[in-house]
T-cell receptor, first 114, second 112 residues
Framework: DAGVIQSPRHEVTEMGQEVTLRCKPI?????LFWYRQTMMRGLELLIY????????DSGMPEDRFSAKMPNASFSTLKIQPSEPRDSAVYFC????????????FGPGTRLTVT | GENVEQHPSTLSVQEGDSAVIKCTYS??????FPWYKQELGKRPQLIID?????GEKKDQRIAVTLNKTAKHFSLHITETQPEDSAVYFC???????????FGGGTRVLVKP
């Protein structure tokens, strides 16, 4: 299995631009999580989906952030417009919603907003 | 919501010594407590986990203990080696497919 796949691995953009991060969960996993990691705030859960349905988006910082999961094998996290304080590593993780609890993390996307 | 506190934030140990990291949680309904290891520039990876029906679990040099009454759990690494140097995160959750709340992380440095 290829594991959780994220793209791009690195993104540098200017303030005000739209940024789209992509995630492909492990095949057969039906829960997907988006996290943001910074030195100041640690590892924060932004939003998670079960069976493509958003369950908890209370961690989404503001309306500039949105996430979708149109099918079981793809999710996007969009920031529009981006700001320098959005600079962070964004991780996607997936798991099954039954049985094994382990969340498998993708390699992350390092976002820099200048 | 759940709140997970983790201590210490940094830990420096001599190679061969033991390392202990402690976490507390606030939601008594939490029943799943994983520990993740994150090496520099890499993704977090699960190293051990424990469920609330068990008080202790071991896997070679690492062990986790859980005290449900006090709502705290700990990670113990024995005979530390330089490759144990990393950031370790504890977390608490309630069910498979449900969200995890992570602690702030502990940066462990093992000095040769």
């Amino acid at each position: 299995d290829a594991g959780v796949i994220q793209s791009p691995r690195h993104e540098v953009t200017e303030m005000g631009q739209e940024v789209t991060l992509r995630c492909k969960p492990i095949s057969g996993h039906n829960s997907l999580f988006w996290y943001r990691q910074t030195m100041m705030r640690g590892l924060e859960l932004l939003i998670y989906f079960n069976n493509n349905v958003p369950i908890d988006d209370s961690g989404m910082p503001e309306d500039r952030f949105s996430a979708k999961m149109p099918n079981a094998s793809f999710s996007t996290l969009k920031i529009q417009p981006s700001e320098p304080r959005d600079s962070a590593v964004y991780f996607c993780a997936s798991t099954r919603s039954a049985g094994n609890y382990e969340q498998y993390f993708g390699p992350g996307t390092r976002l820099t907003v200048t | 919501g759940e709140n997970v506190e983790q201590h210490p934030s940094t830990l420096s140990v001599q190679e061969g010594d033991s390392a202990v990291i402690k976490c507390t949680y606030s939601d008594s309904a939490s029943n799943y407590f994983p520990w993740y290891k994150q090496e520099l520039g890499k993704r977090p990876q699960l190293i051990i986990d424990i469920r609330s029906n068990v008080g202790e679990k071991k896997d070679q040099r690492i062990a986790v203990t859980l005290n449900k009454t006090a709502k705290h759990f700990s990670l113990h690494i024995t005979e530390t080696q330089p490759e144990d140097s990393a950031v370790y995160f504890c977390a608490a959750g309630k069910a498979a497919g449900n969200k995890l709340t992570f602690g702030g992380g502990t940066r462990v440095l093992v000095k040769p």
